[in-house]
């Protein structure tokens, strides 16, 4: 099945830097790349995602970008504020398939 | 948040005893997905459903049952707890099989 590793696993930032979280992926079929948000105590909520027929997606100051060939994805946040502080876990899902693989977790702290 | 509840939101049991877990939409989606969440695993996909009686196996699916009588009723259940079972549950639910995955507000369960 599916493999996805996260990097890093904790991230630190001041207010106002950007911050990059990493992932990897082993399986050439997945073609679904959802990016999820997890505030302490709270559900996990979609804030993008992209699929293999493109490179990048932006919304607003968040990014994704994937390289297929390359087997990794990444998201990209700008001017951070310190709500943006929480984990943020990467997923990978074949096409037509229910088993998403989700990353281990980036915990994200941004500092005023 | 999309119309997705969880119950019990906590519990508190001890090993060997028979515990099952309700999610409930009412979304009317046709998928539905039970996860555990624990610390540097991100979420594990348990079993899904793609309609009334018609469900699978995910990637931890041993120990774990499954039923779902209604669209908007998906039940977990543990035949006999174990310690290794303690965890956060979380339940989600998605129009189609490639669209967004909703999670619900999640379940702590102990097992002691």
């Known amino acids: 099945g599916e493999n996805v590793e996260q990097h890093p696993s904790t991230l630190s930032v001041q207010e106002g830097d950007s911050a990059v979280i990493k992932c990897t992926y082993?399986?050439?079929?997945?073609?679904?790349?959802?990016?999820?948000?997890?505030?302490?105590?709270?559900?996990?909520?979609?804030?993008?995602d992209i699929r293999s027929n493109v490179g990048e997606k932006k919304d607003q100051r968040i990014a994704v970008t994937l390289n297929k060939t390359a087997k990794h994805f990444s998201l990209h946040i700008t001017e951070t504020q310190p709500e943006d502080s929480a984990v943020y876990f990467c997923a990978a899902r074949p096409y037509n398939n229910?088993?998403?693989?989700f990353g281990a977790g980036t915990r994200l702290t941004v500092k005023p | 948040?999309?119309?997705?509840?969880?119950?019990?939101?906590?519990?508190?049991?001890?090993?060997?005893?028979?515990?099952?877990l309700r999610c409930h939409q009412t979304e009317n989606h046709r998928y539905m997905y039970w996860y555990r969440q624990d610390p540097g695993h991100g979420l594990r996909l348990i079993h899904y459903s793609y309609g009334v009686k018609d469900t699978d196996k995910g990637e931890v699916s041993d120990g774990y049952s499954v039923s779902r009588s209604k669209t908007e009723d998906f039940l977990l259940t543990l035949e006999s707890a174990t310690s290794s079972q303690t965890s956060v549950y979380f339940c989600a639910i998605s129009e189609g099989v490639d669209n967004e995955q909703f999670f619900g507000p999640g379940t702590r369960l102990t097992v002691l």
């Open chain 1, 26 to 48: 082993s399986d050439s079929a997945s073609n679904y790349f959802p990016w999820y948000k997890q505030e302490l105590g709270k559900r996990p909520q979609l804030i993008i």
């Open chain 1, 98 to 101: 229910n088993d998403m693989r």
């Open chain 2, 1 to 20: 948040d999309a119309g997705i509840t969880q119950s019990p939101r906590h519990k508190v049991t001890e090993t060997g005893t028979p515990v099952t």
